[in-house]
Nanobody, 115 residues
Framework: QVQLVESGGGLVQAGGSLRLSCAAS????????MGWYRQAPGKQRELIAQ???????TYTDSVKGRFTISRDNFENTVYLQMNSLKAEDTAVYYC?????????WGQGTRVTVSS
């Protein structure tokens, strides 16, 4: 059974930091591209950061320079370090594991940034 379990969300003031974690089980983690998506109220889910099995990372423009995605292929975990948080970062953050044939999602963790 595949599970992606996110943690680390919460309430933080603008300018603060949070670190999200996503622990994966039931998959060969190192074979998957791991991504963080977010969905703000009334908006579509968007991809904000992605990391390949070789740890090549890409980011959407709105988080570049503030967020850092990383992965630990031994611990089967992907992280999202979020710094300089803004009110517009408020959203539910989802972890995704993608391969050519499979696509898995976590249940999401809520991040609320107060201004």
């Amino acid at each position: 059974q595949v599970q992606l379990v996110e943690s680390g969300g919460g309430l933080v003031q603008a300018g603060g930091s949070l670190r999200l974690s996503c622990a994966a089980s039931g998959i060969r983690f190192s074979f998957y591209v791991m991504g963080w998506y977010r969905q703000a109220p009334g908006k579509q889910r968007e991809l904000i950061a992605q990391i390949t099995s070789g740890s090549t990372a890409t980011y959407t423009d709105s988080v570049k320079g503030r967020f850092t995605i990383s992965r630990d292929n031994f611990e089967n975990t992907v992280y999202l370090q979020m710094n300089s948080l803004k009110a517009e970062d408020t959203a539910v953050y989802y972890c995704n594991a993608a391969s050519i044939t499979h696509d898995y999602w976590g249940q999401g963790t809520r991040v609320t940034v107060s201004s």
